[in-house]
């Protein structure tokens, strides 16, 4: 009888990471060099700024109000992060350089997990909150927002555009570790 084949680690099916819905505490996306902290924002942060407004440029704030919308495995809705884009250093700055295919990762209490981008989108600012294709329910997707601010870029004007970056949770990285 002939000695048994050895089977590669590689061709070893494992099972599917879960990391159970929690709030995300940190953001990394190293191609575009950011790294922060994630922070709440309520639905009494938004009617005292009259909309998302993180208090710092260094803040990434996570929108609470949206049912189910923490990230994990077996997220049931879309996670929305904002963060500002300004003249000077601000968390954002470099997100619409962000380009498809580039890897995200979200720090929970549970877990990492591992975000592959889509696509980026720039909109007016009216458009973002009644597009479809942004608001409907998409269990584990993440989008970013922030004001999209052109090269040359006034700053004492007002924005009347947001850049935005949506992506989706892909179990394969997640498994592997980003």
Not at 22 to 32: C, D, E, Q, T, Y
Not at 129 to 138: A, C, F, Y
Request: proline share 7%.
């Amino acid at each position: 009888m002939a000695p048994a084949t050895p089977v590669a680690p590689s061709a070893v099916p494992t099972a599917d990471i879960v990391v159970q819905a929690s709030a995300p505490l940190r953001l990394k996306v190293p191609s575009i060099g950011l790294d922060g902290s994630v922070s709440e924002y309520t639905q009494e942060m938004i009617d005292e700024n009259d909309g998302f407004d993180p208090p710092e440029l260094s803040m990434i704030s996570w929108d609470t109000t949206i049912p189910d919308g923490l990230t994990g495995t077996d997220a049931a809705n879309t996670v929305y992060l904002y963060g500002h884009s300004w003249v000077d250093v601000a968390v954002f700055n470099e997100l619409k350089n962000l380009q498809p295919g580039a890897v995200a990762s979200i720090s929970t209490a549970n877990g990492t997990l591992c975000y592959v981008a889509q696509k980026t989108l720039r909109l007016n600012k009216a458009e973002y909150k009644t597009n479809d294709e942004l608001t409907n329910v998409i269990p584990n997707r993440l989008v970013l927002v922030s004001c999209y601010r052109p090269g040359g870029y006034n700053p004492d004007a007002a924005t009347v555009q947001n850049i935005v970056v949506v992506l989706q949770l892909d179990q394969e990285k997640t498994n592997l570790g980003c």
